[in-house]
Nanobody, 118 residues
Framework: QVQLAESGGGMVQAGGSLRLSCTASTRVFSMYTVGWFRQAPGKQRDLVAAIYNGSARYLADAVKGRFTISRDEVKKTVYLQMSNMTPEDTAIYYC????????????WGQGTQVTVSA
């Protein structure tokens, strides 16, 4: 298990940008894949982006071209840069971690609210 703490949520107008941060408390951050999920009211929680190492990344189709994910191994932090946001991006965003190569995300942050107004 690894402890995760998200920050950077808030309110933004459509077309605006936000950057979320997920900082891990673990001795070996590099062994973890970190993902960002989001859950809108009444909807399931979906994977938005994930980063496996410095160059291997996943982005959901709904956010390609607008969101980027990156990680800083020294700061043990993963960032989700969100741009050209729409009201459909409104959700609680969670970061999660799994041991690289594992199938389940076993560690979760507390979530941070992102609200995009029209």
């Amino acid at each position: 298990q690894v402890q995760l703490a998200e920050s950077g949520g808030g309110m933004v107008q459509a077309g605006g940008s936000l950057r979320l941060s997920c900082t891990a408390s673990t001795r070996v951050f590099s062994m973890y894949t970190v993902g960002w999920f989001r859950q809108a009211p009444g909807k399931q929680r979906d994977l938005v982006a994930a980063i496996y190492n410095g160059s291997a990344r996943y982005l959901a189709d709904a956010v390609k071209g607008r969101f980027t994910i990156s990680r800083d191994e020294v700061k043990k932090t993963v960032y989700l840069q969100m741009s050209n946001m729409t009201p459909e991006d409104t959700a609680i965003y969670y970061c999660a971690a799994k041991v690289r190569g594992g199938t389940e995300y076993g560690s979760w942050g507390q979530g941070t609210q992102v609200t995009v107004s029209a």
